[in-house]
Protein backbone atom coordinates (compact mmCIF):
# COMPACT_ATOMS: atom_id res chain seq x y z
CA UNK A 1 0.00 0.00 0.00
CA UNK A 2 1.16 3.66 -1.43
CA UNK A 3 0.66 6.30 1.37
CA UNK A 4 0.40 10.27 0.44
CA UNK A 5 0.74 12.57 3.48
CA UNK A 6 -0.40 16.31 3.03
CA UNK A 7 -1.34 19.13 4.70
CA UNK A 8 1.70 20.19 6.92
CA UNK A 9 2.64 23.93 6.56
CA UNK A 10 3.24 27.06 9.10
CA UNK A 11 0.57 27.62 11.73
CA UNK A 12 1.16 30.14 15.23
CA UNK A 13 1.03 28.80 18.59
CA UNK A 14 -2.44 28.33 19.03
CA UNK A 15 -3.64 27.66 15.60
CA UNK A 16 -4.50 24.07 13.61
CA UNK A 17 -4.23 22.00 10.81
CA UNK A 18 -5.35 18.85 9.21
CA UNK A 19 -3.33 16.42 7.96
CA UNK A 20 -4.07 13.57 5.36
CA UNK A 21 -3.28 10.67 4.21
CA UNK A 22 -4.20 9.27 1.12
CA UNK A 23 -4.06 5.47 0.94
CA UNK A 24 -3.72 3.75 -2.56
CA UNK A 25 -5.79 0.97 -1.73
CA UNK A 26 -9.24 0.11 0.51
CA UNK A 27 -8.34 1.05 4.12
CA UNK A 28 -11.34 -0.65 5.39
CA UNK A 29 -8.80 -3.73 6.43
CA UNK A 30 -6.38 -1.88 7.42
CA UNK A 31 -6.25 -3.12 11.17
CA UNK A 32 -3.86 -0.01 12.32
CA UNK A 33 -3.31 3.16 10.98
CA UNK A 34 -1.51 6.02 12.60
CA UNK A 35 0.55 8.94 12.62
CA UNK A 36 3.81 9.36 13.97
CA UNK A 37 6.60 12.66 14.05
CA UNK A 38 10.67 13.28 14.02
CA UNK A 39 11.28 16.19 15.86
CA UNK A 40 14.97 18.01 14.77
CA UNK A 41 17.72 15.84 16.41
CA UNK A 42 14.67 13.52 17.97
CA UNK A 43 13.76 9.64 16.56
CA UNK A 44 10.40 9.33 15.13
CA UNK A 45 7.70 9.20 17.91
CA UNK A 46 4.01 8.00 18.47
CA UNK A 47 1.77 10.53 18.03
CA UNK A 48 -1.87 8.45 17.43
CA UNK A 49 -3.58 5.66 16.02
CA UNK A 50 -6.79 4.25 14.66
CA UNK A 51 -7.57 0.54 15.27
CA UNK A 52 -10.01 -0.87 13.14
CA UNK A 53 -13.19 -1.15 14.87
CA UNK A 54 -12.91 2.52 15.91
CA UNK A 55 -10.49 2.57 18.81
CA UNK A 56 -8.38 4.99 18.74
CA UNK A 57 -4.99 5.71 20.79
CA UNK A 58 -3.14 9.03 21.80
CA UNK A 59 0.14 10.30 22.84
CA UNK A 60 0.04 11.71 26.22
CA UNK A 61 1.01 15.06 24.78
CA UNK A 62 -1.23 15.47 21.89
CA UNK A 63 -4.37 14.26 24.26
CA UNK A 64 -7.40 16.39 24.00
CA UNK A 65 -5.93 18.68 21.14
CA UNK A 66 -5.29 16.09 18.21
CA UNK A 67 -8.02 13.83 17.06
CA UNK A 68 -7.45 11.45 14.52
CA UNK A 69 -10.05 9.42 11.75
CA UNK A 70 -10.34 7.69 9.08
CA UNK A 71 -12.24 8.05 5.79
CA UNK A 72 -12.99 4.81 4.23
CA UNK A 73 -15.01 6.16 1.58
CA UNK A 74 -12.26 7.98 0.67
CA UNK A 75 -9.49 5.56 1.67
CA UNK A 76 -7.83 8.52 3.78
CA UNK A 77 -6.38 8.92 7.17
CA UNK A 78 -7.05 12.31 9.01
CA UNK A 79 -5.10 14.04 12.12
CA UNK A 80 -7.06 16.97 13.39
CA UNK A 81 -4.79 19.36 15.18
CA UNK A 82 -5.88 22.09 17.70
CA UNK A 83 -4.24 24.27 19.74
CA UNK A 84 -0.78 23.64 18.55
CA UNK A 85 2.26 24.35 20.32
CA UNK A 86 5.92 25.03 19.32
CA UNK A 87 6.85 21.50 20.27
CA UNK A 88 4.68 19.99 18.05
CA UNK A 89 6.76 21.24 14.87
CA UNK A 90 8.23 17.94 13.17
CA UNK A 91 7.78 16.23 10.30
CA UNK A 92 4.62 14.17 10.67
CA UNK A 93 4.87 10.31 9.01
CA UNK A 94 1.34 8.80 8.53
CA UNK A 95 1.46 4.53 8.91
CA UNK A 96 -0.60 1.47 7.78
CA UNK A 97 -0.52 -1.86 9.38
CA UNK A 98 -1.18 -4.88 6.69
CA UNK A 99 -0.32 -8.28 7.42
CA UNK A 100 1.53 -7.57 10.38
CA UNK A 101 3.75 -5.26 7.60
CA UNK A 102 4.28 -1.64 8.40
CA UNK A 103 4.39 1.12 5.32
CA UNK A 104 4.97 4.34 5.88
CA UNK A 105 4.15 7.56 3.86
CA UNK A 106 6.82 10.48 3.11
CA UNK A 107 6.45 12.96 5.56
CA UNK A 108 4.87 16.54 5.74
CA UNK A 109 6.43 19.14 8.01
CA UNK A 110 4.58 21.15 10.47
CA UNK A 111 6.11 24.43 11.91
CA UNK A 112 4.91 26.12 15.05
CA UNK A 113 6.23 29.58 15.66
CA UNK A 114 5.76 31.04 18.52
Known amino acids: VQLQASGGGLVQAGGSLRLSCAAS????????MGWYRQRSGKSREFVAE???????NYADSVKGRFTISRDNEKNILYLQMNSLESGDTAVYYC?????????WGQGTQVTVSS
Open 95 to 103: KAVLDDWPY
Open 25 to 32: RNIVRINV
Open 50 to 56: SVRGGST
